[in-house]
């Protein structure tokens, strides 16, 4: 397939005036370094600041910029999934927009996704500068995940990552899954994940927007994302298991209880009440539960075939996205 560009930039953001005309040069005088034809796509996700304004500016002075801006607050990975639907890269690579992810990565990443044959390559930050507040959570995050997953990235959060086109195009990124697109892009049947160690700048403008609810967040997140390439298509599979062996120990403990009822009546002995038998009240539990596991599995079958649109985000401006 041929693409207008060698390269994609996607730059989600939020309040980040300050960095962008700095981001924007880099980005441009990297490329044009490395004979990279370029786009860089910055997504204003509903900031506060003059990020708009400072987008419209650079789109002015330099053609490479295309902008979008969105009507509130959506989160990064709205921002991600809207720039992946607009790039028209062959390599589409991302990073933030604090300056903390060096552009100067960019030609080696391309490399390994253009000429290496990599579905797609993350960043590591091998050496950071954060506190350890922040980096001894990141570190138990990763191992945790790798685990679960068993991708064997060891930075999976960082924002500096490079893709084939068709991968971006191929997965959907919502709520907050844009902590796990390798996970998204290997169930979308993409196996060759590399990782690259990159340089992790200082925080040069501003404040990191993100606090330690993420690390909780991206816990709950991380248990979704794996029942999701495990069972997103076949529910039934996980809740009509459960259901069933709910069900089988319920039979079991109703079976002993008839069982024994009819070995007291053979014996002419006064059988005791089938209420006062503490596996009566197993055997209802396990039964009800059984039935309603089975029921949830129905359910989230009928679901996963007609899901709803889980991006729903209202683009207010554009600035030569759709040309």
């Known amino acids: 397939m041929n693409y207008p560009y060698k390269i994609s930039v996607v730059v989600p953001l939020y309040n980040e005036d300050e960095s962008l005309p700095e981001l924007v040069q880099w980005i441009k005088r990297v490329c044009e370094a490395n004979s990279l034809s370029f786009e860089c796509i910055l997504i204003d996700d509903g900031s506060k600041d003059r990020s708009w304004e400072i987008i419209q500016q650079l789109s002015q002075q330099f053609s490479e910029v295309k902008g979008i801006k969105f009507q509130r607050n959506y989160g990064k990975s ?89 991968v971006v195009k191929s997965i959907e990124v919502f709520g907050e899954m844009h902590r796990y697109i390798p996970v998204l892009a ?60 709910m069900f089988f120990i319920g039979f079991l403990a109703s079976a002993y209880i008839g069982a024994s009822k009819l070995y007291y009546l053979s014996q002419h002995v006064k059988a005791p009440l089938v209420t006062d038998n503490p596996y009566f009240y197993i055997a209802l539990t396990c039964m009800i539960l059984g039935v309603q596991l089975f029921l949830a599995g129905f359910l989230g079958e009928l679901i996963s075939r007609s899901s709803a649109d889980r991006n729903s985000y209202l683009i207010s401006q554009k600035i030569r996205i759709d040309g």
Not at 80 to 108: C, R, W, Y
Not at 149 to 161: A, E, P, Y
Not at 194 to 217: C, I, M, P, S
């Open 186 to 245: 290997q169930k979308a049947g993409y196996k060759k994940i590399g990782e690259k160690v990159v340089n992790h700048q200082a925080r040069k403008y501003g404040v990191t927007k993100f606090g330690l609810d993420r690390f909780y967040k991206g816990f709950l997140d991380l248990l979704t994302v794996v029942f999701l390439s495990k069972f997103s298509k076949s529910p039934m599979h996980i809740f009509g298991l459960w259901g069933i062996f």
């Open 78 to 166: 709205a921002a991600l999934n809207v720039g992946f639907s607009h790039a028209k890269g062959e390599v589409v690579i991302t990073m933030d927009a604090d300056l903390q992810d060096s552009p100067e990565e960019i030609p080696a990443l391309y490399t390994m996704i253009a000429n290496e044959g990599f579905d797609l390559v993350s960043g590591w930050k091998k050496k950071r500068h954060d506190p350890l507040s922040k980096t001894i959570p990141t570190k138990l995050f990763n191992w945790a995940t790798r685990k679960m997953t068993k991708i064997q990235l060891n930075d999976f959060n960082c924002g500096l990552k490079a893709y084939k086109n068709d």
